[in-house]
C-alpha cells in the first residue's frame, strides 16, 4: 500500500506546480510539499534520532504542520501530535508519555515560552535532545537549539545545512510503512489527563475511500478544513485525503467565521469540513449575507449531535449537502451518512452502520444486547486504532472482554442499520466537537486552595452544543469567582479548552447513595439554570 509521502511525491512529479495547500501564508505547491519534507526529514535524521523515536510536533494550522508530520514520516520517526491550544500541563503530560526525543514549535504560543519550557524538561531529565524551532512553515532557514553542541547548541543550525547530509537510499529506507505507528495524539478521557491513541496510515487511507464515497469526491474538488490537525477529524480532511486525491486544500492558522467565510468565497471551496460549532457561527455571521457560498456542494461535519434545525438551514442556504461520520478518535468511524441518503437520514441519524466495522451494541458487561435494544456501540474493523499507548489499564477498559472497541456512547440502530447516539456513558463535555474529560477539569479547579469539592458537568449553549461549567464547595471562610479561578488554571498552566465558563457555589454538593457526588442532579442544575439565563 502507497503511503501519504508516496503519494505526495509522486503528485510532486505528476503536478508540480498545482497547490497542495492555500492559506494565510499564500500557496504551498507539490514540488515544495515533498521538497520541504525532504529536507525536513534530513535534517531530523542529521540530529541523531533514530527510526521509531517519537517527535512532538505543536504548531498552529497551516501548510508547516503538515510538512512537519511528513517529514517525521520520511525520517521514520514517530510524530507526538500536540493541539495548538494545549496547556503547559498538557504537553509536558504527553511529552513525557510519548518519550519525545525532540520538539517541533514555535518558539512561543499563546505566551506560553516554549523555549523556557523545553529547557526547563531538559533540566528536569527529559528524554528531548533538540528543540526545532519554526515559524510554521518549516522553511530552510528554522532552527534547531539542543541540549548540547552535538545537536546545535544555542546558536541554531539551519535544515538547510544538513541536506545531502543522508544518502538519499539511506533517507529512503528509514521510511515508516503503511502499517506502522506514525503518530500519536491525544484524547480526552473520563479520568485524569489525556492518552495517546496509536495510529497507522493505512486505517486513515482506509477511511479516504469511504469518505470518497460519501461525498462523491474527486480530485477536482477545493477543500477546507477548520479542524486541529492533530485530531482524527482533522487528520482525514486535510492530511491525508486531499493528498491521496491530489486536491488542494484550504487552512486558516486561526478559525474565525469571518475569515473562513472569505476563504469559501475567494478560494471557491467545494468541500468543507467543520464541527456543528463551527458551520453554526459561519451561520450566524454578519458576514454570511454578503459573501458568495455558490461553489460549495458538500459539508462534513459532527463531532457532537449534529442540530438538526441548523443543519436543515444550512442545506436551504447553501444549497450543499450535510454529512457526517459517527465514531472516536480510537474506533475511527463506525457509520456514515452519504449524498445518496435522503435528507431525513442524513440530518436525523449517524448514517448506516459501516459493514467493515462489524458494530454491534453492548450492555454494560461487554455482551451483545438483542436486535432492536440500545446498547454501547463496539466495533472490530480496520477503521480503529490499535489501542492505547503504553497504557494498559486504559486498554482495558477500552475493550470488552472479548476484544470489541467500546465508545463512550449509547446508541440504537434500526432495521435499517441507521445508528442514531441517544446518549453517553463517558464523562465528557462536549464543545464545539471537542471532547473534554470532566475529571480532567475537576482535578484542575480542586487545585485551587479556596476549593474543598468540585464537579464539572456541561451547560448547555445554543452555539458551543455544550460549555464547561464547575460547581464547587469551598473551604470555610473562602470566596472565589470564576475570574480568580482562571487566573489560577492559566498560573497553573491548565490547557484554556478546560478552563470552566461557568462557576455555580454551593454549601455542599449534592451525594449519591454511595457517597459520590450526585452528577446527574448538577447536570439537571445547570440545564435549568441556562434555560433561565
Known sequence: MLTLADRIDALARSQPDAPAFLGDAGALSWREYAERSDRFAAHLAALGLAPGERVAVMLPDGPGVHVAYVGCEKAGLVVMG????????????????SGAAALVSRAAMRELDLRALFSELVAEGSPLRAHIVSDGQLEAH????GRSQAY?????VGASDVVGALDRAELAARRIGA???FLLNS??????LPKCVTHHQARWLHFHELAVESGELTPRDVFMSLLPTPFGFGLWTAHFTPSALGAACVLLEKFSAEAALAAIERQRVTVLAAVSTQFIMLLNSPAWERSDLSSLRVLFTGGEAVPYERALEWEQRTRSLVLQFYGSNETGALSRTTTRDSQEKRLTSAGRVIESMRVRLCDEAGGEVPAGEQGVPACRGPLACRGYYDDPAANAKLYTPDGWMLTGDVARIDADGYLAVVGRTADFIIRGGKNISGP???DAVASHPAVALAAAVAWPDPVYGERVCAYVELRLGSALTLAELNTHLEARGTSREWWPERLVVLDALPRASGGKVAKGELRTDARRRAANA
Open 440 to 442: 480532567a477539569v475537576e
Open 187 to 192: 484524547t480526552s478521557g473520563t479520568t485524569g
Open 82 to 97: 500536540i493541539g495548538p491550544r494545549a496547556g503547559r500541563e498538557e504537553i509536558r503530560h504527553l511529552l513525557a508519555k
Open 142 to 145: 528554522d532552527a534547531c537549539y
Open 152 to 156: 546545535g547548541g544555542r546558536g541554531g
Open 179 to 181: 502499517e506502522d505507528l
